[in-house]
Every structure is written in C-alpha cells, then in structure tokens.
DNA sequence: GCCAACGTTGGC
DNA sequence: GCCAACGTTGGC
C-alpha cells in the first residue's frame, strides 16, 4: 500500500465535483516526477486531495481505482489514473497547520509545492487524518 | 553541455 | 498583484 497526494485547484475541479462524478480520470499531468508518480500508484492506494490557489486544505481522500495507462491526450509520453472518492475528511486540514507541524515537515507539498502528484510516508499520511480529526 | 530567458505554478 | 521556485527552451 502507498499513500500520495494529488493537487486540484478547486476552480478547476472540486473535491464536491469529485464526489458528484464518482470517478475521475486524472490526467493532463506534464512532469516528469509526477508522471512517476502517477505510475508507481497501485490499485487500492489511497490519495489525498488537496485544494490549492483556493482553500489550501486537504479536503479528503481518493482511491486509485486503475492503475497508470497512457493520457489519451499524449499517450506515447504521458501517463493517466483513474481515481475514486473514498472518504471526505471530517474537518479539512489546511496547509498552514501542516506547515506547522514537524512531522510534516519533509512532505513532498511542503518541500516542493509546485509538484502536483506526491507520495507520502505511511506516517505522514497517518498524521494528516489525525490532524483531520481535530478542529 | 552550459546558461540566460522565459513561462507556469502557487503561496502570500 | 507580486514574487520565489521550478521546468523548459534555445543559442552558443
């Protein structure tokens, strides 16, 4: 099991629409690391979600439901998943009380904020559903 | 292969 | 709206 972190900019595509869709290819991402990323996922891994430009909270956790094949916009670079909603976070854990947490302190989003598609330590993802918990 | 110029992202 | 960080491009 892996635990990752994937960026939307909610003007772009919600958490709610998410919710609303069911399922979401994610695809239309344009980096190297991401792209990685995208393709060491594996079914069943779980993801947060988190809102950027907008909110700047993880709003809740996704499911990899397929694993990594060719973005239909560039397949013979570019990689797609397809994830499903899992849990909404009870309260949203924003950026600033990551930022302010030490454990979280080598997190890819923290150390690296422009990288859209992050992996996580099982302990990093532990804590921010812990922080998640609090209000 | 280096590096300057430029574009994009995203927090503030 | 600004700017820092980062990636990409292209001239040399």
């Known amino acids: ?24 290819v994610w695809d239309g991402v344009r980096n190297y690391l991401a792209r990685n990323n995208l393709r060491a996922m594996q079914k069943g891994d779980l993801v947060l979600f988190y809102h950027s430009n907008i909110g700047l909270e993880v709003v809740g956790i996704a499911k990899v439901k397929k694993t990594g094949f060719p973005d239909p916009a560039s397949p013979d670079q570019w990689t797609a998943v397809e994830l499903v909603p899992y849990k909404k976070l009870k309260h949203p854990v924003s950026l600033k009380k990551m930022k302010n947490c030490p454990e979280l302190s080598n997190m890819g989003l923290i150390r690296q904020s422009r990288l859209s598609v992050s992996a996580l330590t099982e302990d990093e993802f532990n804590k921010v559903l812990l922080l998640s918990q609090e209000n």
């Open 1 to 24: 099991m892996n635990y990752w972190l994937v960026k939307s900019e909610p003007n772009v595509y919600a958490w709610e629409q998410f919710q609303t869709d069911k399922v979401a």
